[in-house]
């Protein structure tokens, strides 16, 4: 397989403030990237759809101005969580769509980054 | 996507194998049937996925139908460590859009 690295795993932050996640393809290079919200004991939710050198295509109901994606290189998308409120505390987690290679179009995901906002 | 029907959870004793059954009615011709877990406080991990044959490596075994309307996924000697929420997801190969995950199956795996 191929392996995603999200940064940070854990981070609880203060209410107004912002938060950067990072996701990092570590061995292969990834043009799409996917960025999903877990609440507890719920499944995955597909916020947005993370585009090199392009706008981030978001889900219905997800704010953009809320959750700024940038993804900058091949290797690295960022989800930023502005001005965070206690709402926003969840488990975010990121998949690397594969662009060559033997797993070529496959999906991987990261560890996930579980934000509290207090 | 295709939609999936997964039971909600599942039991199996430490040691026997633990097998998930997937319904995917709706499945096209083009379509894989991947499989994925989760462990808690982890992201998904990739376990196996086939098109139509019956597919086999070192973490598990995916058997489907022959109308491939269905599959099940084998753990064939679970332990602890596979208590886990397991996904199946059915979607084109090679070209992975954005993957649906459905409520999947919580399986315990009990000493």
């Known amino acids: 397989g191929a392996v995603v690295s999200q940064h940070p795993s854990w981070v609880i932050c203060k209410s107004g403030t912002s938060v950067k996640i990072e996701c990092r393809s570590l061995d292969f290079q990834a043009t799409t990237m996917f960025w999903y919200r877990q609440f507890p004991k719920q499944s995955l939710m597909l916020m947005a759809t993370s585009n090199e050198g392009s706008k981030a295509t978001y889900e219905q109901g997800v704010e953009k101005d809320k959750f700024l994606i940038n993804h900058a290189s091949l290797t690295l998308s960022t989800l930023t969580v502005t001005s965070a409120h206690p709402e926003d505390s969840s488990f975010y987690i990121c998949?690397?769509?594969?662009?060559?290679?033997?797993?070529?179009?496959?999906?991987?995901f990261g560890e996930g980054s579980r934000l509290t906002v207090l | 996507d295709a939609k999936t029907t997964q039971p909600p959870s599942m039991d199996c004793a430490e040691g026997r194998a633990a097998n998930l059954p997937c319904n995917h009615s709706t499945i096209s011709g083009n379509e894989y049937v991947y499989w994925y877990r989760q462990i808690h406080s982890q992201g998904p991990q990739y376990i196996i996925h086939g098109l139509k044959n019956n597919e086999t490596n070192e973490m598990a075994s995916l058997i489907i139908t022959e109308d491939r309307k269905s599959s099940t996924l084998i753990l064939p000697h679970a332990t602890l460590r596979d208590t886990a929420v397991y996904y199946c997801?059915?979607?084109?190969?090679?070209?992975?859009?954005?993957?649906?995950f459905g409520d999947g199956t919580t399986l315990t795996v009990k000493p």
């Open positions: 997801i059915v979607r084109v190969a090679g070209n992975a859009g954005k993957s649906t």
């Open positions: 998949s690397a769509r594969v662009d060559r290679g033997p797993w070529s179009g496959e999906l991987f």
